[in-house]
């Protein structure tokens, strides 16, 4: 069954024409349902492309449309509106169901692929690298005098100027400035760094 494109479907039916013939597909009436089709799918598919934009995916959603027309025929109340609103109620809804899965599925793959990133070599090994290094520089600084250590904390780590450092250490700028030198040079030595 190929879904008529909109060249393709007759004349506009009578008023109250396509509620008689729903009303005979629910009774199981191929030929109503035939005409009905003919009246119908122009719109349907219309209807189903604008909201997809995929040709192909816009034919599969309209058929399947129009083949829940023919089993669900009989749940339509001519009360609630007419038998085209009801018709394009369900392209509509159909369609829209459509988008929600594709992006559902494209919600889906994405997460997938988020967790099961593994990080680069080269991300790994900067990482181990990096705690290598600090473990060596903690080693080191455990190798200097307690005043070597408290001159080159408050100078290096914690931002003093000289000055400040000395005024917190309670000692002469020269002495802290001597600290700091040979603090340095013992920890240059211990992580092996050249000159």
């Known amino acids: 069954m190929r879904v008529a494109a909109r060249g393709d479907q007759s004349p506009a039916p009578r008023p109250g024409a396509l509620e008689s013939l729903l009303d005979r597909v629910a009774r199981g009436d191929q030929e109503a ?16 492309r604008g909201v997809l934009r995929d040709p192909a995916q816009s034919e599969e959603v309209a058929q399947e449309v129009l083949i829940e027309v023919w089993r669900c025929a009989a749940r339509f109340d001519a009360r609630r ?24 599925s494209a919600d889906r793959e994405s997460r997938v692929a988020a967790h099961s990133h593994s990080p680069a070599f080269d991300e790994v090994s900067e990482q181990v690298e990096r705690r290598l290094e600090r473990e060596q520089v903690r080693r080191c600084m455990g190798q200097l005098t307690e005043l070597q250590r408290e001159s080159v904390t408050l100078a290096y ?33 211990c992580l092996g760094v050249s000159v």
């Open 81 to 104: 509106g007419s038998a085209m609103a009801w018709i394009t109620t369900l392209a509509h809804r159909r369609a829209v169901d459509r988008v929600r899965s594709a992006q559902a």
């Open 157 to 189: 780590y914690r931002g003093y100027t000289y000055r400040e450092t000395a005024d917190v250490l309670g000692a002469a700028l020269g002495t802290v400035k001597t600290r700091l030198r040979d603090g340095l040079i013992r920890l240059r030595d």
């Open 33 to 48: 349902f035939e005409r009905l089709y003919s009246a119908v799918a122009g719109s349907v598919l219309g209807l189903v």
